[in-house]
């Protein structure tokens, strides 16, 4: 008799699982909606959808990091701008940012929701499937206000400004190089979380720079990235995430 009740609360425990990752869902959809996106974010979850229900074997972990799929692309590749690029990126750091994201250390819109109906069990398989994606060069959506206003040797010039504070610094400002810590070629270093920002959409690297030095975001270890942001100009954000996404 102990066995079928403790095969029925099993039972409940997965329907109520599956519940609230479907109540995430319509949530986030209902927000997509207000903010036009609703029509690009269900056809790539709807996608995915599909492409896995071809599969009878799935990948188990393809499926639990199906959640993420709707705005992050099926394979991590997303083409929304506002949206972080998860192909390629160190498994350790997206566990990191996931778990922040879940125990409130780090908060966003849309983020905090989602990472609400993930279980801590499910991080690192999302996180795995994610980092072994293979990152593809994406054609800009959106064109780059920052640089359309420059003449075609003025823009070389901007990008040339972010790759020397990106390597180098600015030792007058005492601003570390970006370089010592996300590594010459933006592909990060995974023992230490810090993560892949080469090939990253310039809007949202923007959008996290500023979220660093207005203090929206803070989980930073010893605030290290607070602490430098703070030194950067408004122009010197926008050099290094333009170089950034420059990168292959």
Same mark, same amino acid.
């Given at each position: 008799?102990?066995v ?6 099993m039972a ?13 869902l319509? !949530?986030? =959809? ?9 029509? =690009? &974010? ?9 492409? !896995?229900n ?7 972990k393809?499926?639990?990091?199906i959640?993420?799929?709707g705005?992050?692309?099926?394979? =991590? ?8 690029? !998860? ?14 994201f ?12 989602m990472? =609400? ?8 398989d ?5 980092s072994?994606?293979?990152?593809k &060069? ?16 003025k823009?070389? $010039?901007? $990008?040339?400004?972010?790759?020397k ?7 007058k ?8 810590c996300?590594g ?17 959409h310039?809007a949202?690297?923007?959008?996290? $720079?500023?979220?660093f030095?207005?203090?929206k975001?803070y ?9 430098i942001?703070l030194? $950067?100009t408004?122009?010197?954000i ?5 170089y950034l996404a420059?990168?292959?």
């Amino acid at each position: 008799m102990a066995v079928f009740q403790l095969i029925n609360l099993m039972a409940l425990m997965i329907k109520l699982r599956m519940f609230i990752i479907f109540t995430a869902l319509l !949530l986030q =959809g209902f927000a997509a909606i207000a903010s036009n996106e609703f029509n =690009g &974010r269900w056809y790539a979850f709807a996608k995915v959808k599909t492409d !896995l229900n071809m599969k009878p074997g799935m990948n188990t972990k393809r499926a639990k990091a199906i959640i993420c799929t709707g705005c992050h692309g099926a394979d =991590g590749n997303n083409d929304n701008p506002d949206y972080p690029r !998860l192909a390629g990126q160190h498994k350790s750091y997206l566990i990191k940012q996931l778990t922040d994201f879940k125990k409130g250390y780090r908060k966003e819109e849309h983020m905090t929701a989602m990472a =609400g109906a993930i279980s801590y069990n499910d991080i690192p398989d999302i996180a795995h499937y994610f980092s072994v994606q293979k990152i593809k &060069r994406l054609a800009p959506v959106k064109k780059n206000k920052d640089l359309d206003k420059y003449s075609s040797i003025k823009k070389s $010039l901007f $990008l040339k400004e972010g790759k020397k504070l990106y390597q180098y610094g600015n030792t007058k400002k005492s601003i570390t190089a970006c370089a010592s810590c996300h590594g010459i070629n933006g592909r990060g270093l995974a023992s230490q979380q810090y993560p892949v920002l080469a090939g990253q959409h310039k809007a949202y690297l923007l959008k996290a $720079l500023r979220a660093f030095r207005f203090g929206k975001r803070y989980n930073d270890k010893n605030s290290l990235m607070r602490n430098i942001v703070l030194k $950067l100009t408004n122009d010197d954000i926008k050099a290094l995430a333009s170089y950034l996404a420059s990168l292959e």
